[in-house]
């Protein structure tokens, strides 16, 4: 499977723009997670391309960092940290509006979905969702996540 720049990308500004509230970094690993796994799940294909590491906070994209950081060299995003306790919170600002017109029409229905379904939600409850599914729970830590299991997934 081939990583799909374009789609990555747009998806990317795409969750920024209209699912930010609590929507820090690895919010936006768990949109990615669903967004691929459940086009996956409908259609035996991913949006992005990327496949996933089972991590400790669920289910990462293996492409995720390199292609923020191109983002923000093009300008297309700025990636704020702030300090919290012995870390730090992220933020996103857009530069540009995401180009709908890169995805297909179900892939445009499931992104709308998965801004509807998980707007509200914290970082600490979505991240606890994909614990308690197959693709994570089937896998080992640092091990690549299998798409196979994305049937199990019964959100949205």
């Known amino acids: 499977m081939a990583l799909n720049k374009s789609k990555y990308k747009n998806a990317a500004l795409y969750f920024m723009k209209y699912c ?5 970094a690895t919010k936006l690993n768990k949109l990615f ?8 799940r409908e259609r035996k294909v991913s949006v992005t391309g990327d496949y996933y590491i089972h991590n ?3 289910p990462t994209p293996s492409s995720f960092e390199g292609v923020l950081s191109e983002m923000v060299e093009n300008k297309e995003i700025e990636v704020i940290k702030d300090p919290c306790g012995d870390s730090h919170t992220t933020s996103f600002i857009i530069k540009k509006d995401p180009d709908e017109d890169v995805f297909k029409d179900e892939e445009k229905k499931l992104l709308k979905s998965i801004c509807k379904e998980f707007l509200d939600w914290s970082t600490d409850k979505i991240v606890e969702q994909t614990h308690l599914e197959s693709p994570w729970f089937y896998s080992k830590p640092f091990e690549k996540v299998d ?8 959100i949205i």
């Not at 930010?20 to 820090?24: A, D, F, I, M, P």
């Not at 798409?147 to 019964?154: A, G, K, P, Q, V």
């Open 20 to 24: 930010n509230k609590y929507l820090g």
């Open 33 to 40: 997670y669903y967004l691929d796994f459940i086009n996956y």
């Open 56 to 58: 400790h906070y669920g």
């Open 147 to 154: 798409y196979n299991y994305s049937s199990d997934i019964d």
